[in-house]
């Protein structure tokens, strides 16, 4: 079974890299096998030797398929297409093609590609900046969702994007950010939030990659490093940003969230949680939640409220490391290693039951690819997810592994933007209707 991100077809060999225009680099490599070709030792007096050897014109190539004596099935025959030159495209034709028509055809171009459309003309270059255009563009489904990575090279910003519907990697400038020292916080509806310092000062930003527009938010009322997420709201185009503990584990911090709609900081509870189980946080169904050790179970914080309340749902036994992972529909995933030693370890997903407030088992990772993940029994893993995908990133390895809940499919992705150690990684819907108000 071929890994996304991994494509074979019959044919000839193609090996592609393409600049896509301002800065988008296609990435992708598609690697393909070769037909084997019909060998015979000395004189060939076979009709299909003699025929082959006549016929040298590409499109009068046979590929016949031979079976043994004695089958009742068919011999198949199909005849390779002739190469036809390139057909030249007629400005004038182009030039009066309707505008509607002209919207369903620049809709369905990847959101990776239309950096290279916009240099075509001063009309193309229009319509793709129109904003009812944008929104049209955002409702085809193909275009997402996305892996997001996010590294430095000699202090340079570096960023690619998976394409898992198209199995391919893009490369995005990332210049047009701020020459701080920043990390990736998460991505959500099309933005994506980056934390840092400028010297001594913590800042956020929030921005497009795709648009490449951005925005510092302004100063939290405590300036320290917090544990930060991302939420946007694609009914009234906003999004906030919910800053709970500080991230070197000081919880008397109070619960502080950014609106952009008002462009400012606001201070609410502080979190009721004496040792928090770890820094990762999982938004789902308008609600942030968190692992917790004292009290033990989950920390739930309502963005409508602005409360902290605590969810008395135990974790399983003999719980190594977890990550809450948001899914759809309300669902709430727990993602974990399970036994004590190493070669007793497994991976493991459970689902949180609201009614009975308890962790039910859904899925359990194969184990070989949970040798090939986790080499070593201390070696550490990331997870995240998004619409019931679930990713896991080893440090040391130079894949990821995609587990889809709902088709109950484990596949790896490969490429060399995962190469890095010091990389970050999060799911990234592309989208151009996504601003930064």
Not at 311 to 321: E, G, H, K
Not at 341 to 353: A, V
Request: proline share 6%.
């Amino acid at each position: 079974m071929n890994g996304i991100g991994e494509s074979s077809q019959s044919g000839s060999g193609v090996v592609d890299s393409q600049s896509l225009g301002s800065g988008v680099v296609r990435e992708d490599t598609m690697v393909v096998e070769q037909g084997s070709p019909l060998r015979g030792g000395g004189r060939n007096t076979s009709p299909l030797g003699r025929a082959g050897s006549r016929n040298t014109s590409p499109s009068r190539q046979k590929v016949i398929k031979t079976k043994p004596r004695g089958l009742d099935e068919e011999t198949v025959t199909t005849f390779g297409k002739a190469a036809y030159p390139d057909v030249q495209m007629e400005d004038g034709i182009w030039a009066m093609l309707p505008e509607d028509l002209l919207n369903e055809i620049l809709a369905r171009v990847p959101p990776f590609l239309i950096f290279r459309l916009r240099s075509v003309c001063k009309r193309w270059n229009s319509i793709l900046q129109d904003s009812s255009f944008l929104k049209f563009h955002a409702q085809v489904p193909s275009h997402g969702p996305c892996l997001l990575t996010f590294w430095k090279n000699s202090q340079t910003p570096q960023c690619s994007v998976f394409s898992l519907p198209l199995k391919t990697w893009y490369k995005i400038p990332f210049t047009f950010l701020p020459p701080w020292a920043f990390w990736l916080v998460g991505s959500s509806g099309g933005l994506v939030c980056f934390s840092g310092l400028d010297g001594l000062t913590f800042k956020t930003l929030v921005c497009n990659p795709l648009t490449q527009k951005w925005r510092a938010l302004p100063n939290m009322h405590h300036n320290q490093q917090r544990q930060l997420i991302l939420v946007v709201d694609r009914t009234d185009r906003s999004f906030k940003v919910v800053a709970t503990s500080d991230i070197y584990g000081d919880k008397s911090l109070p619960t502080e969230v950014y609106d952009s709609k008002l462009n400012r900081w606001s201070l609410h509870q502080t979190m009721p949680a004496v040792n928090l189980c770890s820094s990762k946080m999982a938004y789902c169904d308008s609600k942030l939640y968190l692992e917790a050790l004292s009290p033990l179970g989950l920390m739930m914080y309502r963005l409508d409220t602005g409360y902290w309340e605590h969810i008395p749902a135990r974790f399983p036994r003999s719980l190594l490391d977890g990550y809450l992972v948001a899914g759809t529909q309300k669902r709430l995933f727990l993602v974990g290693r399970i036994g004590l030693y190493s070669t007793l370890q497994s991976m493991r997903i459970w689902e949180l039951d609201h009614a009975k407030i308890t962790w039910v088992e859904i899925s359990r990772m194969p184990p070989k690819y949970f040798r090939v993940l986790l080499r070593l029994s201390a070696e550490r893993f990331e997870c995240f997810g998004q619409d019931n995908l679930i990713c896991f990133t080893s440090w040391n390895q130079g894949k990821s592994l995609l587990y889809d809940v709902d088709k109950k499919v484990w596949s790896w992705i490969a490429g060399c933007a995962l190469q890095s150690c010091n990389s970050q990684v999060c799911f990234y819907e592309p989208r151009f209707d996504a601003s930064v108000p």
